[in-house]
């Protein structure tokens, strides 16, 4: 017997204007575990394909290429014989239809370093709404890369200071987090990566601790990389014009709060917006249902694509990368999928 449904956000009322549903899955993640993993990238693929047209790309997977109903996955999917015709096939039927943005779990906790103690945590921390921030991210791991093991040891000291289960007292976990820090700095890593390092302030990482031990839920769960992934998936779908309608395989990590605060987030946007935007004050996201993927064929493709991406990265190319614009008059899903 199945439990029920947790997580989600449906749309309040009737979604209205310009709208498109996607629907998503992830490959790779790993809960907190973001160091220790097999697994270095995080994937979220989304697709735009009604259903039937999901069916068709399953359908045409089992029948043309031979693959078992349990075998649309990518790990056999990509074993097996003919795999190198059958992603032909697949990544052409998904061509502007589809969407992946990937996650390097290393630099994704580089990131949540400057976002949470540096500047002011918020939603917007891991999108492109703060890419005031990236270039510091940017020049601390392209740095600290190359100090090895002390630059391993400062990143799993950052991961006990925030992670929000079976955390030690905060005094120990914050000593540990700056002699990690100190021990990092000795390998002089050059501007501005030092100039990260040294902005690391004990009395704001300590209120930064407090506030996650008082379960302030306006800082994003540090180590929680779905949702600034689900946000970039959005903004790049709505691209500023049209809402986005998500259905995604269940994931713990979506609340109906978070994807609150997200969706609130979200609605204020990047100042400079497109010719035919969204009114202000509207969120891209419209709403977010969560579903049993055994159970939408539309998931299942986003699954597979989210897989086979994890595994072969050189796959996401401009064309998974960056959904067509909407067009005005255009059924934003359409029909026709070929057919191997």
């Known amino acids: 017997m199945r ?5 989600g956000l449906p749309p ?6 310009p709208v498109v549903e ?8 790993s809960g907190t575990n973001l160091l220790r993993s097999s697994a270095p990238v995080i994937t ?11 069916v068709a790309v399953i359908t045409a997977l089992r029948s043309g290429f ?4 349990h075998e649309v996955k990518s790990g056999q999917f990509l074993r097996r014989s003919g795999a190198a015709e059958a992603l032909e096939w697949f990544r052409a039927a998904l061509t502007g239809r589809a969407h992946v943005h990937l996650i390097d779990k290393e630099f994704f906790l580089v990131t949540r370093v400057v976002d949470l103690l540096l500047v002011e945590p918020s939603y917007a921390a891991g999108t492109r709404l703060a890419d005031e921030h990236r270039p510091a991210a940017l020049a601390l791991h392209a740095a600290g890369r190359s100090a090895g093991a002390d630059w391993t040891a400062f990143l799993a000291a950052f991961v ?3 992670r929000m289960k ?5 005094q120990q976990t914050v000593r540990r987090f700056f002699e990690a820090r100190d021990v990092l700095r000795r390998h002089r890593l050059g501007r501005p990566a030092d100039d990260v390092l040294d902005g690391l302030d004990p009395n704001r990482v300590r209120a930064v601790v407090a506030r996650l031990d008082d379960d302030d839920r306006s800082i994003p769960p540090p180590l929680e990389p779905l949702l600034p992934a689900l946000a970039e998936t959005v903004l790049a779908w709505s691209d500023g014009r049209r809402q986005v309608l998500v259905t995604h395989d269940e994931q713990s990590a979506l609340t109906a709060d978070r994807l609150t605060r997200l969706r609130r987030t979200l609605a204020s946007g990047p100042d400079a917006t497109p010719v035919g935007a969204l009114p202000s004050g509207v969120s891209p996201l419209a709403g977010l249902v969560m579903v049993d993927s055994r159970d939408d064929p539309r998931v299942q493709v986003a699954d ?8 072969l990265p050189e796959i996401i190319d401009d064309a998974l990368r960056q959904p067509p614009p909407p067009v005005a008059g255009r059924d934003v899903r359409r029909s026709g999928l070929g057919r191997p």
């Open 3 to 7: 439990t029920p449904l947790q997580g």
């Open 304 to 311: 597979l694509l989210a897989g086979v991406a994890r595994r």
């Open 160 to 162: 006990d200071l925030v």
């Open 44 to 54: 979220h693929a989304s697709v735009d394909l009604s259903v039937d047209e999901a």
């Open 12 to 17: 309040r009322g009737a979604v209205v204007g």
């Open 22 to 29: 996607i629907a998503c899955d992830e490959s790779g993640f």
């Open 166 to 170: 079976h955390r030690l007292p905060a």
């Open 66 to 69: 031979r693959f078992a109903p």
